[in-house]
């Protein structure tokens, strides 16, 4: 399998200024973010963790396909693997939004 390269675009914005605008308002998977800011979804997991850390970030749980387990506790922006409850890994991936501060 031939893996598609990720070619960057000219950025008038910092990487985490762009997922900000992106996220204002709307409630995006990882996915999404990666397809739009063209960055891979390794890189784009670093800059949500510092945005974490700095409390404007919002996670939306991953959630389980089989069974409806919701993984409530876990803080990382990372997609768990399995089901702790079913073992299923067909998981809903958590989605992101961020907190404006005025």
């Known amino acids: 399998m ?5 070619i960057p675009r000219e950025r008038s914005e910092t ?3 762009e997922l ?5 308002g709307r409630h995006l998977p990882i996915s999404a973010l990666s397809r739009e800011i063209r960055l891979s979804e390794k890189e784009i997991h670093s800059h949500l963790e510092q945005m974490q850390r700095t409390g404007i970030l919002n996670i939306y749980p991953a ?3 089989g069974c409806g387990y919701v993984f409530e506790k876990r ?4 997609k768990p693997g399995k089901c702790p409850r079913c073992k299923g890994t067909h998981i809903e991936p958590p989605l992101f939004s961020i907190t404006v501060r005025r």
Not at 2 to 6: D, G, L, P, R, V
Not at 75 to 78: A, E, F, G, L, T
């Open 15 to 17: 990487i985490r200024q």
């Open 63 to 65: 959630r389980c396909s």
């Open 75 to 78: 803080d990382r922006p990372k």
């Open 2 to 6: 031939i893996k598609k390269e990720i």
């Open 20 to 24: 900000m605008h992106l996220l204002n």
